[in-house]
């Protein structure tokens, strides 16, 4: 089993907090998430995390016009720059401040960045031939609070500024004769948005308390003058050509006397409109802060997010009100238009929603939504195309591995969700729930459509079910019981009654009609549920069991306790075989207020979740830490450790004492240092004492291997986070031999010994190799071959086919391959199915999928091809009818058919051309 696992996508949570980005093709949008960002592809439906990781969450994004570079932000002034081609980081910079906004000019050329109350103008990467991508052009004073917005004009000539001291300032990107700073006021709270008009200087400013300022410019971008400087100054200064001087602030803002007396034709701003919001909400709609702004300068349509979920689509200069919706109660954070103007995209931190909406037909293009709380668990469907995750919210969702989107919510349950799992089909989906209900969901038809519960109310703390589907299981915190239902019939079947203790897991054995139950009171039972004889066998642990699992044939259980203990029993003999120390792997880490070490806070975390790889020989275990561990099963050792995060946001990430954040009364954040408030109680939010603050603590809720044993999920405080094997890795030879090389394996293919040049390709194992190979075979020798194969290469084989089809565009050829090897290897392969049972689930997952895919694209090529020949009937009645009623002629008739048959062709020509983009 390889161990090559790498970071493949990020689920559960499509947006934190941030600005969004449109791709300058309008089709992806990029949206940070957490301290990494997410790419939403609109047009063929898929979500791509970059393993691109900040040093802290993300909180401004600026992409450069032509697509292949954006800078990312943290929330220390860490900037990252990164490649959108190659999906990695080309280099880091610190602003060692907050930023608000960063923005690329139009040109590329150029971006601004605003730090604290400065403007910082910076040259843009890969423009110029520097060591350093970095390269600082000019620093703009002015403000005197922090900036908060910043947009270019069309021609990058000039930028604006909005600020928190509520004053708007407009400056020339280059040195202007009749343009260094201009500011305008007029507004009485910080400014939310402002932006130029398309081609113009023309202004409009947007505060936060609902105003909006219309301003115009008496002069154009045309009629900006490149400064001259006298002669004197350029002989002090000299700049060697092609290079820009960095300027001081002196320089750059003011000037002399005598240059300000030269500056006759200075330019000037005069507000010609103000609007208030007001208005639009209605006089009965409560005050509500503008916490959002965009506007498409081509469309002149202005939108705006306010703080109760509320957004307003205007058209400018004019101010004309085009359509007043609400995404939810939350506070809208993010607005962005794409370069067509017709879809817009929205970001909820609060909820962690993210929207793309069609303004113009009032239709959404995405709606997706993560669990705006801590997930607790989740489950693969038996094909490997699905996920279940629960979450602290009472929801149950249902993500596909694919694509990366959710595209079901059951919010049934009044509670938090301890317990998802399915049934052996695929098509069932239960949930365990603290509100004392377990909830049946069917993925047909997207409904509950059965509900267990329990004679008296109780929680439940986990969930199973038999591998049939016929008994539904779960365990309840307070009764220490566990309760028995008929699947088909609802009805409770039986109460098992003898733990003394909360009941904190529950397995069913895949091969067995046993039912193995952990508990706190320091104990597995072993129930022989279809009998009713009670627990078989007590299994006595040496602490608090906190997980319990069947290995996938059965033979055998995983338990994991709170002493940091995995050990593994024999069901049958209720005897222990192994045990792993696992204490020193969970990792040290401590949390900000803490007054002890990493190494003594390691003494209370324990393993919280532990499942077996689909082979069986590992098992992947994570708790409360950023790391999740593979152990083997056969050697009790350790084979690898995942670093899940390296969020500083998050508490519990530092493993030993940072000295920088220590002072004279103790740690930094046990000290409140805003002057002239009282010290607040602990966990509360300074100046506002209604509120609770609290860093989230990094930890591993759930891990759950793959049923094609190429990935593995973990719920985490970051969200779904999916591993995958790495497809790079090409070269794994198998019994390798001196003789056995590429040419030589192609010479025999060219004799005809197929069958030979297959398996020497096989022992080679390099995909490209084997595909030439395969796909040189005539197909009547594909049953001969398949008959003589030895088992280990109708394993090899049978884990390539299933791989090949999720990529191939030749699937009848490898679907024949796939019949043959089920059916003349098929006795023999069920023997050994546990073995090859991954190869065996991606066969079918693939294959599934490819079914649906294709039974879509007939339906779709159906539909139109109806669609065509009604419409080519309709045209022909229509031609018939209008020739018999003028009277025409027997050689006009013929013209005008001639002509309708034209019309008909390139009627046809047209919409042959879209169903052939479609195939």
Known sequence: MKFAYKFSNLLGSVYRKGNLLFTPDGNSVLSPVGNRVTVFDLKNNRSETLQIEGRMNITCIALSPDGCTFIAVCEDGEALLCSLVSRTVLHTYHFHAPIHAVRFSPDGRKFAVTRESKVLVFHAPGKSREYNPFVLYRTFYGPYDETNCLDWTSDSSAFCVGSKDMNTRVYGARRFSNLIVYSMSGHNDEIAGAYFEENSLDLYTISANGRLNVWECDTDLDGLKPYEAPDEEQKQVEVPEGEESEETPDKVVKMTKDEEAKMVDKILYKRTARHTYKEARGEGAGFSKITSTAFHKHTHILVTGFQDGVFFLHEMPDFNLIHSLSISDQSIASIEINKSGDWIAFGCGGLGQLLVWEWQSETYVLKQQGHYNNMNCVVYSPDGQHLATGGDDGKVKVWNTSSGFCFVTFTEHLAAITGVIFNQKGQVVLSSSLDGTVRAFDLNRYRNFRTFTSPRPCQFSCLTIDPSGDIVCAGALDSFEIFVWSMQTGRLLEVLAGHEGPVSSLSFSPSQELLASGSWDKTVKLWDVFENKGARETLNIMSDVLSVTFRPDGGELAVSSLNAQISFWDPQLAKQVGSIEGRHDIGYSRKEQEKITAKKSAFGKAFNTVCYSADGQCVLAAGRSKNVCIYSVANQMLIKKFE?????????????????????????????????????????????????????????????????????????????????????????????????????????LAKGEYSTALMLSFRLNEQSLIQEVMENIPIPDVEVIINNLPDIYVDKLMAYVATAIESTAHIEFYLIWARQLLMQHGPRLKQRSQSIMAALRLLQKNVTRKAEDLGKLCDHNKYSLQYLLSLGRCKRKFVTQVGSDSGLDQEEEEGSSSEAELAMESLSDSDSDLLMDNT
């Open 644 to 748: 899940i995060s390296c969020n500083m946001s998050f508490d519990g990430m530092e493993e030993f004492l940072d000295r920088r954040k220590m002072t004279e009364f103790g740690s930094l954040a046990l000290v409140d240092t805003e002057e002239g408030k009282d010290v607040s109680l602990p966990g509360v939010k300074k100046g506002d004492m209604s509120s609770r603050h609290w860093k989230p603590e990094v930890r591993v809720s759930c891990v759950q291997f793959s049923p094609t044993g190429r990935a593995w999920a973990a719920t985490t405080t970051e969200g779904l986070l999916i591993y995958s094997l790495d497809s790079t890795l090409v070269f794994d030879p198998f019994d390798l031999e001196m003789d056995i090389t590429p040419s030589n394996v192609k010479s025999t």
